[in-house]
């Protein structure tokens, strides 16, 4: 199993084991979370994250496993808080994937729109215009409300007209379904999960931790076996009232206003921060958008040189990111899993300096998002961006 996986690219069986227990661990968390333990709040979004970059995008690269449907399957581990499979083929594998750091063809520039993430970027066609408040900068913890929520629903058309309309003038270039997929009705309903499941687990709380419930221990509300059959009889004979009272667990589920919304909130919001610190500090770099990048005829030239690359030969920091560690081996060869970068890494570096493709490193996720977000900084500042275009120009 190991050596044909090797050979194929594919998931090793040690890779296999890591991702059952990451699973386990997300399912304590959101047994954890639905009857109102704070601890939840925190480790949903870890292992959440852990879970689906480890599997989910692997998947949607067809490099987690030989079997297509097997792809398919875990390409949903994204839900409900990161995106859609159904629009992040065309998105990311397909848009993001062959023109990384393209200002009219990559849609991973707009994620903070107005703000701008590529120095070639010199749209002024905003609300906002050239003017810039903290609060764009607070768009890291709304990715997943963008692309598992409006993208699905403006891809897909589920939605008025002034709303897509809005929606491919703000987002440029727009992220839709491909055309063939456009058609099939499977597909279009298939995508519409993500939203749904989307809005569901933010309105669970709401609806689960109702006030003037039973604030005593439920049968069955013990941890392990008892959870869960707590949870069946509730759902089978307690319809709404008693989801709150098995919600309820050991603390009851008397909660407020401001603790539900904690319990609403707070898992998106933070599985979007990691999604934003781990996906983007690689590309939004100085060195990855200088003018020879895009110059670079080479295909897999570009593709290494789109990227900065931090504890590149480190198998934890594999796991912890799902390979994006080391984005510039990610994009060259993204049918391979992630699982195998950290062996490769080394022999990918020298096949680079034996080609003259200086990859470039940082020493530390810290301290490439330091230098992504000064980057950043810099170029939405009218007065430091003509600098940074004459300095990345003559680079």
């Given at each position: ?21 990451f ?8 047994v954890?979370?639905a ?48 995106y ?6 065309a ?18 520039l ?15 066609d905003?609300?906002?215009g ?11 913890f709304g ?26 003038h703000?987002?440029s ?5 491909p ?16 939203p ?19 604030t ?19 759902c ?9 009272n098995?919600?309820?667990?050991r ?28 996906t ?10 200088r003018?020879?990048?895009d ?14 690359d ?48 200086a ?31 004459e ?5």
């Amino acid at each position: 199993g190991g050596a044909r996986a090797r050979v194929r690219g594919t998931a090793s069986a040690a890779h296999a084991y890591m991702l059952v227990a990451f699973g386990v661990a997300q399912l304590v968390g959101w047994v954890l979370w639905a009857r109102g333990h704070l601890l939840g709040v925190l480790l949903v979004p870890l292992f959440h994250w852990l879970f689906g970059v480890n599997s989910s995008h692997d998947a949607t690269h067809f490099a987690l496993s030989g079997s297509p449907a097997v792809n398919r399957l875990l390409a949903y581990a994204s839900l409900p808080y990161f995106y859609s499979p159904g629009t992040w083929y065309a998105q990311h594998v397909v848009m993001h994937h062959t023109a990384a750091n393209q200002i009219d063809k990559d849609p991973d520039l707009q994620h903070f729109q107005p703000l701008k993430l590529h120095v070639a970027d010199v749209r002024t066609d905003f609300p906002s215009g050239e003017v810039h408040t903290c609060l764009d900068y607070l768009k890291c913890f709304g990715a997943g409300l963008h692309l598992a929520f409006a993208v699905p629903i403006a891809a897909g058309g589920a939605c008025t007209r002034s709303f897509r309309a809005w929606y491919m003038h703000m987002y440029s270039p727009p992220i839709l379904l491909p055309p063939g997929l456009a058609r099939s009705a499977s597909h279009r309903l298939l995508n519409l999960c993500a939203p749904v499941l989307f809005v569901a687990f933010i309105a669970y709380p709401y609806v689960a931790f109702g006030g003037g419930c039973d604030t005593r221990p439920n049968d069955g509300g013990g941890d392990g076996g008892g959870v869960l059959a707590a949870a069946a009889g509730a759902c089978m004979s307690g319809g709404a009232s008693g989801w709150r009272n098995w919600a309820g667990g050991r603390g009851g589920c008397d909660f407020g206003f401001a603790r539900k919304s904690l319990f609403a909130f707070a898992p998106p919001m933070i599985s979007s921060l990691i999604f934003m610190l781990v996906t983007q500090v690689s590309h939004v770099q100085p060195e990855a958008q200088r003018a020879h990048v895009d110059d670079e005829s080479d295909f897999f030239k570009r593709q290494a040189l789109t990227s900065v690359d931090y504890n590149g030969g480190s198998r934890l920091w594999g796991a912890l990111t799902g390979g994006l560690n080391v984005q510039s081996l990610h994009h060259t060869l993204p049918h391979i899993s992630s699982c195998h970068y950290a062996s490769i890494y080394p022999k990918f570096k020298a096949i680079c300096e034996r080609h003259d493709v200086a990859l470039v490193e940082r020493t530390s996720l810290l301290h490439a998002a330091q230098t992504a977000l000064r980057y950043i900084w810099m170029l939405n500042h009218s007065k430091r961006k003509l600098l940074f275009k004459e300095i990345l120009a003559g680079a």
